[in-house]
């Protein structure tokens, strides 16, 4: 299959493409710089020049093509709506000219709090978190006939390269010289090895599913977020320390939001309609075990 992708050379992304090529498909990156097209060669991944924000680019790509994998998105925290608003153009575009499966990244995080196992019939509803308008688009495309489905991530996707956000927790707990958690620490934040989770994307597109169907990339279904401080703090050497919420928003800043996030999730429908199964460690044993914190 000639698959198209989007943040072909992100964290994610690159993972993607190694998969897709390991599993004998030809693999097309898109490309906005000469550094990320060099990426996409020695990867063994065809380049395609163009960025998110040429949406008739995006559409020529996606024609040429079999299928489209969109993992592109910008984390510019701080300009969250416009970013997000942007996406439901780009999922728009992509399935419109998409002719084969069409794979959407989604996020957990998108899902109202919860204090039992989320799943994939579970849908943002009334969520606060703007991202959401991401899957309403899938769910417009998947209206026209599209063959798309969303693949949503968990807070934390780890593994080599990991820059998200338990790299930002070493960094605050550097910074700040403490390594903190909210109140009792007892919210949980689901997570997945960079490696299972690409090859989740294959297995979406290479097995299809009916259209707007929702896959779970979910490894551990729930780590508290006190015992993911407990290990920063051991491997940085500083105190680990509970506090409220109004303090954790001082503390946190704008990662407080994503601090105080309780999302436990499950990936058993995943699991079935795929025969995909987690089989890299868990957030935790990556953490004790791997070079996170090798630069410290």
């Known amino acids: 299959m000639r698959v198209f992708v989007t943040g072909a050379t992100g964290f994610v992304g690159s993972a993607i493409i190694q998969e897709l090529i390991g599993a004998g498909h030809q693999v097309v990156g898109l490309a906005r710089s000469e550094a990320a097209a060099k990426a996409l060669i020695t990867a063994g991944a065809e380049v395609y020049r163009g960025n998110i924000d040429d949406l008739d680019s995006l559409q020529r790509g996606a024609a040429a093509a079999d299928g489209v994998i969109h993992t592109a998105f910008n984390h510019d925290f701080s300009n969250f709506k416009a970013i997000t608003d942007a996406d439901r153009g780009i999922v728009d575009a992509l399935g419109t000219a998409c002719a084969g499966p ?4 989604s996020a957990i995080g998108v899902l109202p709090p919860s204090t039992r196992l989320l799943t994939e019939e579970d849908m943002p509803g009334a969520s606060m978190n703007n991202r959401k308008v991401t899957e309403e688009a899938c769910d417009a495309v998947a209206a026209k006939g599209v063959s798309v489905s969303v693949v949503r991530l968990p ?3 780890h593994g080599e390269g990991d820059h998200g956000f338990i790299p930002m927790l070493m960094g605050i707990a550097k ?3 403490i390594s ?3 109140e009792e620490g007892l919210n949980r934040w689901p997570a997945v090895h960079v490696l ?3 090859r989740l994307y294959r297995l979406a597109l290479e097995k299809g599913a009916a259209a707007g169907t929702r896959y779970h990339a979910v ?7 006190r015992e993911i401080a407990e290990v920063i703090g051991k491997h940085l050497k500083v105190p680990v320390v509970s506090k409220s919420k109004e303090e954790a928003a001082a503390h946190f800043g704008w990662f407080a939001h994503f601090a105080a ?3 436990p999730a499950s990936a058993a429908q995943t699991q079935e309609a795929l025969g995909w199964a987690p089989v890299q460690p868990g957030l935790l044993a990556d953490l004790k075990s791997y070079s996170y914190f090798s630069l410290k």
């Open 261 to 263: 996030m309780n999302v």
């Open 102 to 105: 069409f794979i959407v990244t």
């Open 155 to 157: 807070p934390s996707v």
């Open 175 to 177: 910074e700040k010289g």
């Open 196 to 198: 299972d989770a690409a």
């Open 219 to 225: 490894g551990d279904e729930g780590v508290t977020f």
């Open 180 to 182: 903190v958690y909210v």
